[in-house]
């Protein structure tokens, strides 16, 4: 029945294009790159001095530093953004930084997005902490976009339902555009995607109010990104 | 199409008469209009991004049956389920089925114009199903009881005060009209729906054919919310809203926020590639893609192919100088300003909607904005042709005298597109006259001069080509 009704629709596409139904198409070699005079010729650090510019147009704030400044740093955010508990990702990379331990000195209500845990309970104690951390897979120079390839401890509510959101990034991570990045997903595509991939670009926002532009409406709206350098 | 109380006349009557859209249709028009104007100095080259816009629509719809083949198998494949809706009331049945199934007492939505065509909200609150609009615009409009009046903006026409006195009802208690405590006070109730929401309805701005995903673009996040939060997810989508790969989903969403509000990217691009798989504790377990044709697939091998390009961005909207005056409403559909003008009569029918063709000024200012390139101008030229060739010429006649009685009878309208017509200069600059065009930003009433054309007037275009279809 359901398969019916799919042929009898594509069926109708191509009738109404006046051809054979078509299958398997692939798209041809675009020639054109308009895109490519907005990052070509720039090195790495001019593409990380964008990602941070860009970044601080959108009201946030990029720490650039060392691993051993880690702690420093996150202390810094906390009492910025008034953290009294967050939520963060089980995620290898934020390990690597001891954050669990950070927290704990800095006497933060703090738990981890662990998939064993129960579900409800989780959920809903994420919306109710102050701080969501996550470690982001790639940022876009261009926009100051950080990219999160979500799935088991790399819960996708941590980055949105806590009103402040922290996200940890590897310098070597930072690509000049959407450009590299989408080709990153296509490239993943044959050994499957995650349920969900966030691209997050500061703070949420709206103008819905007589075009008068507010943080926060429903996702964080304060956003800081502590920015690690190579070593 | 929505049934609409006035005819289109009265409509517009209405909206010149009406001082909130008189104060706000300009402020919007002219901060959109500004964020892409900027946002196109910066790329330098925008027709290059413009031109390969266009090729990749194109090549995409004239090959839809196929990519649109690949996209249901691989959502399949990823474990959603695939509803093909051939009209309005199969898109109604199936998502009221899924909501009956899983026994839904609550829904919650973010902004889908597909769900505005076929009047979803109201098939499920017939069921006794609570429906949340999530987009803050969008929750203003509901609680209002109205219908969007912009594609990216849907509740410009409301003030201030009027989401204050709307949202204190709400709330039980006085809120000051400061924005922070409006936007507080809409996180905090919507937070609660999105919560206890048994399914979550979104739109689609792109599918993905090759890995079946459905992409969302918004800033505020209640998208993300919408297709994370409930257990149960339902995208709407119309069916020529999909890309071949995500390369080419680069060149559109680029295009889209560029356009539509000037951003180089919106806050949130959300990839929505499966429900969660067996190692996440979140993300809704089921996923349902529905896609709707609904009368598009009438467009497809028509003069007006073209049309489905689009992207709803909204920049058309904000270069026409009919919509400056007369806002959404007025257009009766769902979609309006120029790409409304042409889809609405395509997708509903001309008996209903023969006016629309003519609630334009021909100025050209829509085709020079849009990021893919419809000549949209030149499709509403051709409906007023086909109009008249469908055999309803002698109603269509008196349309034409109409049509050009609406431009000449509203002369600030008039002289917007004059300007906008004869400025002689590209793209840029042509849209550099409208913002320092002081007839722009009086009002209408201000202005009973007409102006001296540069080249060919709208008058003298009418006597020639206008004329020279309607015999």
Request: with cysteine; glycine share 8%.
């Amino acid at each position: 029945m359901d398969l019916k009704k799919q042929e009898d629709f594509l069926n109708n596409i191509a009738s109404k294009l006046g051809r054979p139904r078509r299958s398997g198409v692939e798209p041809p070699k675009w020639e054109s790159k308009p895109y490519l005079h907005l990052y070509e010729g720039k090195s790495h650090e001019e593409l990380i001095e964008d990602f941070i510019t860009n970044l601080g147009q959108l009201n946030t704030k990029v720490d650039r530093i060392s691993r051993d400044q880690f702690a420093a740093s996150l202390g810094n955010v906390i009492q910025d953004f008034e953290v009294r508990s967050t939520v963060y990702w089980d995620d290898e990379a934020l390990d690597s930084l001891c954050l669990s331990d950070v927290l704990e000195k800095n006497q933060i209500d703090a738990f981890r997005w662990d998939p064993n845990e129960n579900e409800e309970e989780m959920k809903q104690r994420t919306a109710h902490v102050d701080l969501g951390i996550v470690f982001a897979d790639l940022g876009l120079a261009e926009t100051g976009t950080v990219v999160l390839f979500n799935g088991g401890g790399r819960g996708r509510l941590v980055s949105l339902l806590p009103p402040k959101f922290l996200c940890i990034l590897s310098e070597k991570d930072i690509v000049p555009r959407l450009t590299q990045a989408v080709q990153k997903v296509h490239e993943r595509v044959s050994e499957g995607l995650p349920a969900c991939i966030n691209f997050i670009t500061g703070p949420s926002r709206t103008g819905d109010i007589e075009m008068d532009l507010a943080f926060g409406v429903h996702g964080p709206g304060k956003v800081h990104v502590i920015l690690l350098k190579d070593e | 199409m929505s049934a609409h109380p006035l005819i289109f006349n009265e409509r517009v009557d209405k909206a010149l008469a009406d001082p909130i859209l008189k104060k706000a249709l300009p402020l919007t028009q002219d901060r959109l209009r500004g964020g892409r104007i900027n946002a196109a100095e910066q790329l330098g080259n925008v027709e290059e991004w413009r031109e390969l816009a266009s090729q990749i629509r194109s090549h995409t719809i004239a090959n839809l049956d196929s990519y649109l083949e690949e996209l249901v198998t691989n959502v399949r494949k990823n474990g959603g389920h695939v509803h093909f809706a051939a009209t309005s009331d199969d898109a109604v049945e199936i998502i009221t089925g899924i909501a009956k199934e899983k026994n839904a007492k609550s829904v919650v939505k973010s902004k889908s114009m597909v769900s505005e065509e076929v009047h979803i909200n109201k098939h499920l609150e017939d069921m006794g199903i609570k429906v949340v609009e999530s987009d803050l615009g969008e929750y203003i409009i509901q609680l209002a009881n109205e219908t969007p009046s912009h594609l990216i903006a849907p509740a410009i026409h409301k003030t201030r005060e009027q989401v204050r006195e709307m949202f204190s009802k709400v709330a039980g208690r006085q809120l000051s009209d400061e924005t922070t405590e409006l936007t507080a006070f809409a996180r905090e109730k919507l937070r609660q729906e999105f919560l206890q929401a048994d399914i979550g309805i979104s739109g689609c701005n792109f599918a993905v054919a090759e890995s079946g995903s459905v992409v969302l673009v918004s800033n505020e996040g209640n998208a993300r919310l919408t297709t994370t939060v409930p257990k149960v997810h339902i995208a709407m989508m119309g069916m020529e809203r999909i890309v071949p790969t995500w390369n080419e989903l680069d060149m559109v969403v680029s295009m889209l926020t560029r356009s539509a509000t000037g951003q180089k990217i919106s806050v949130y691009v959300t990839g929505i590639n499966s429900p969660r798989q067996s190692e996440d504790s979140d993300g809704p377990e089921e996923f349902h893609l529905v896609i709707l044709d609904n009368g598009r697939s009438n467009i497809l091998g028509t003069a007006y192919q073209e049309a489905l390009n689009c992207i709803r961005c909204g920049a058309c909207l904000n270069v026409c100088p009919v919509y400056r005056h007369i806002g959404g409403h007025a257009y009766g559909g769902v979609y309006s300003g120029p790409i409304g003008a042409v889809l609405t009569p395509l997708l509903g029918g001309y008996e209903e909607w023969l006016e629309l063709p003519y609630a334009s000024s021909l100025c050209g200012a829509c085709s020079e904005a849009c990021p893919v390139k419809i000549p949209l101008h030149d499709l509403l030229i051709e409906h007023r042709k086909d109009e008249v060739e469908m055999g309803l010429t002698p109603f269509s006649e008196k349309m034409a005298f109409k049509g050009f009685g609406f431009a000449t009878s509203h002369p600030s309208v008039y002289e917007t597109a004059v300007k906008l017509a004869h400025s002689g200069m590209g793209f840029l600059a042509k849209d550099g006259v409208i913002s320092k065009g002081p007839g722009m930003l009086g009002g209408w009433t201000d202005v009973r001069d007409l102006p001296q054309p540069a080249k060919q007037s709208f008058r003298e275009w009418w006597k020639k080509e206008g004329k020279g279809r309607n015999q």
